[in-house]
């Protein structure tokens, strides 16, 4: 028998995390979104929460416990909140796992533990470029060897770049494959230049331009395809899932909008044109969160995720704005104004369909 429960643990992390999205998120989203970064006191909640810090390795202080699934959980209740936010919370992830998984155990020792520390500490990942041809797996950014140091070269963009990120995980080619290095944020080479997108305000990005940047061999986190297919597969159902959150959103604020809504006497939920609408948002929200959780277990069982990750990624590109919209559609003129969710939802969402990996499960 197939069972579509979580467990009893996992119901706990999503109650916990639900309560967290409504009492501390929701409430400070449109100050986010306008101020153009997350608010310092959500962010230290959330670490005490230990939503990352959870699934690195016990030996460096964290709690040893890695399912994908869960995290698929996670980002959809945090998602549900904000987004942006809900990324940003995440963000120690882009750079803590791929360290835990591929590194070399004296760089996890000297980089985990300050993902694990008493306050919230950013971490970033590069890989989407700035080229209307890219192609996630046939990077321009280039890795050569020159002694023991690797030249990284190249221009990133949509880089999470939060205050205090300290480094920042950078997926190149190297001999024809990819690679993924861990670059200090203050190297000599780096620099960024401020991003200014339509949706996700509330989490900084940037372009992240590499001039020959100096590393050393031992910055190199994973060396072949595999590995970095794995972390862009992870990636994927991570944005997916949060963004499942913040599509959930939008349904429920419009359905519950259209019940107290009234025209002619009698709540606009009632109006067949309305009622269908919302049933096709549910019913589509229902079924990506299945692909989303097919594609998290496929990666628990340590099998080959890559086409179930694209699937649940790509259904969320095109669920993700029909429903935002359509919950714009049904707060009619108020949905196009900032005092109510709808468009904050909508300019979110938006951007799905050039979002890479900007969340790890």
Known sequence: MIDFEPSEEQALIIETVRQFAENEIRP?????????????AVLDAAHELGLVANSL?????????????????IAEELGWGDMATALAILSPALSGLPVADFGAESLQNDVLPGLVGDRFAPGSLAIVEP???FDV???????????DEIVLDGVKCQVPWL????????????????????VAADADGVSTEAERNMGLNGLPTVELTLAGVRIPASARLAADDAAVRSLIDRGRVAVAAAALGTARAAFEVSRDYAKQRETFGQPIATRQAIAFMLADMAIEIDGARLLIWEAAAALDRG?????????????????????????VQVFGGHGYIRDYLPELHLRNLAGLSSFETLALV
């Open 57 to 73: 390795p016990e030996s460096v202080g964290g709690g040893g416990e890695r399912s994908a699934l869960t995290g698929a959980l």
């Open 163 to 182: 205050e205090g990120t300290r480094q920042v995980v950078v997926v190149a080619a190297e001999n024809d494959s990819l690679a993924a290095f861990l």
């Open 137 to 147: 797996f046939h990077p321009h950014t280039t890795a050569k060897a020159d002694g």
């Open 131 to 133: 080229r209307f041809d």
């Open 28 to 40: 400070q989203c449109r100050e986010a979104d306008e101020r153009g970064a997350p608010s310092p």
């Open 303 to 327: 099998e080959p995720a890559g086409r179930l990750a694209r699937l649940a990624q790509d259904q969320m590109m095109r669920i993700g704005l029909r429903v935002a919209d359509g919950a």
